[in-house]
């Protein structure tokens, strides 16, 4: 065995070691196990493990949500879209009407992109996701809606065949192209979620320095982080979770997206992982993101403001409701 492969190897065993234990209530010591962690729990690998399986080696999948695994390079930042899948979800369950537009000729796939970048900036991202996309004589649904237990099967699969899937270091910006997001949450292409990661072990905390990042470092310039275009944004650690449904800079206003304890803030200790793991186990579960986009958001507009007011469940955990009004 040549040193490449040795060290390989012994990446790989320390994989499937730290893979395993993520369920347990230990000290990340980087962001980026914290990164693993949760692409493990929305896809049941990660890049690391992809590789080594591309290599040869046999890392097996875990429990999961079934989000597929983004890759950076499926990223159209100018769109703000993951191209692979949003075309990749048309073609698998709206196949006709693509050929609707395939019959008139010319660049259509442009013609698609540019008609949804046109009512994404005028309506947002929530009336696409629910009321569909029209390009000429072809209309799209963007998201199939979560059935009930009495739908038919026919609706049962519509939503099955959503996309649900989860990116790491994702280059959102046009003006820097190094600059990176840690996370960004997708159904069907259309990014519902970014996610700054922080790690307490390391010093870096959601309350102060995730939500820095986010008010100081990042572009609210750029599409992927306009408002309306992704639903929440949110500076997640090991411990706590806040949340904005609007980049303003300096001026961005975060809520606590955490569960309480003692009748105070912050979250409850976790007997199997850390304090803060509901929202990549529950939160981000297909269902829950569904319910929460059917039924608790809701983007209001006139053509003097724009509210935007979000209210998110925690599981069984809580029935509380928090409503959020930013203009």
């Given at each position: 065995?040549?040193?490449?492969?040795?060290?390989?190897?012994?990446?790989?065993?320390?994989?499937?070691?730290?893979?395993?234990?993520?369920?347990?209530?230990?000290?990340?010591s980087?962001?980026?196990?914290?990164?693993?962690?949760?692409?493990?729990?929305?896809?049941?690998?990660?890049?690391?493990?992809?590789?080594?399986?591309?290599?040869?080696?046999?890392?097996?999948?875990?429990q999961?949500?079934?989000?597929?695994?983004?890759?950076?390079?499926d990223?159209?930042?100018?769109?703000?879209?993951?191209?692979?899948?949003?075309?990749?979800?048309?073609?698998?369950?709206?196949?006709?009407?693509?050929e609707?537009?395939?019959?008139?000729?010319?660049d259509?796939?442009?013609?698609?992109?540019?008609?949804?970048?046109?009512?994404?900036?005028?309506?947002?991202?929530?009336?696409?996701?629910?009321?569909?996309?029209?390009?000429?004589?072809?209309?799209?649904?963007?998201?199939?809606?979560?059935?009930?237990?009495?739908?038919?099967?026919?609706?049962?699969?519509?939503?099955?065949?959503?996309?649900?899937?989860?990116?790491?270091?994702?280059?959102?910006?046009?003006?820097?192209?190094?600059?990176?997001?840690?996370?960004?949450?997708?159904?069907?292409?259309?990014?519902?979620?970014?996610?700054?990661?922080?790690?307490?072990?390391?010093?870096?905390?959601?309350?102060?320095?995730?939500q820095?990042?986010?008010?100081?470092?990042?572009?609210?310039?750029?599409?992927?982080?306009?408002?309306?275009?992704?639903?929440?944004?949110?500076?997640?650690?090991?411990?706590?979770?806040?949340?904005?449904?609007?980049?303003?800079?300096?001026?961005?206003?975060?809520?606590?997206?955490?569960?309480?304890?003692?009748?105070?803030?912050?979250?409850?200790?976790?007997?199997?992982?850390?304090?803060?793991?509901?929202?990549?186990?529950?939160?981000?579960?297909?269902?829950?993101?569904?319910?929460?986009?059917?039924?608790?958001?809701?983007?209001?507009?006139?053509?003097?403001?724009?509210?935007?007011?979000?209210?998110?469940?925690?599981?069984?955990?809580?029935?509380?409701?928090?409503?959020v009004?930013?203009?």
């Amino acid at each position: 065995m040549g040193e490449r492969q040795q060290i390989l190897k012994a990446v790989i065993d320390d994989l499937n070691s730290a893979f395993f234990r993520l369920s347990q209530p230990r000290k990340f010591s980087s962001e980026k196990e914290l990164e693993i962690a949760i692409e493990k729990q929305l896809t049941g690998t990660c890049l690391e493990a992809q590789q080594a399986i591309a290599e040869g080696y046999e890392v097996p999948f875990t429990q999961n949500h079934a989000y597929q695994l983004g890759l950076p390079q499926d990223f159209n930042a100018r769109y703000a879209l993951d191209t692979k899948r949003f075309w990749a979800f048309l073609e698998q369950t709206q196949h006709e009407e693509l050929e609707k537009l395939q019959k008139h000729g010319g660049d259509w796939p442009l013609k698609v992109l540019e008609r949804f970048d046109k009512l994404i900036k005028k309506y947002g991202l929530l009336h696409l996701l629910k009321k569909g996309l029209s390009v000429d004589d072809a209309s799209f649904h963007l998201m199939y809606p979560a059935p009930l237990a009495s739908s038919s099967d026919k609706v049962k699969q519509n939503f099955a065949d959503n996309i649900f899937s989860s990116t790491r270091q994702v280059r959102y910006s046009l003006s820097n192209t190094l600059e990176e997001i840690d996370l960004v949450l997708f159904i069907n292409g259309l990014p519902f979620a970014t996610l700054e990661l922080k790690n307490p072990w390391t010093g870096q905390t959601a309350r102060y320095h995730g939500q820095k990042q986010y008010r100081e470092d990042r572009d609210i310039n750029q599409p992927l982080l306009q408002f309306g275009r992704c639903l929440v944004h949110m500076a997640v650690d090991t411990d706590e979770i806040y949340m904005t449904t609007k980049l303003a800079g300096p001026h961005t206003f975060f809520l606590p997206f955490n569960k309480g304890h003692n009748y105070g803030c912050g979250n409850p200790p976790n007997p199997n992982g850390h304090k803060s793991a509901y929202l990549w186990q529950e939160v981000f579960s297909k269902d829950s993101v569904a319910n929460i986009i059917q039924h608790f958001v809701r983007l209001d507009g006139s053509s003097n403001t724009v509210n935007l007011f979000s209210s998110a469940l925690h599981e069984q955990a809580t029935t509380q409701e928090f409503l959020v009004i930013l203009r």
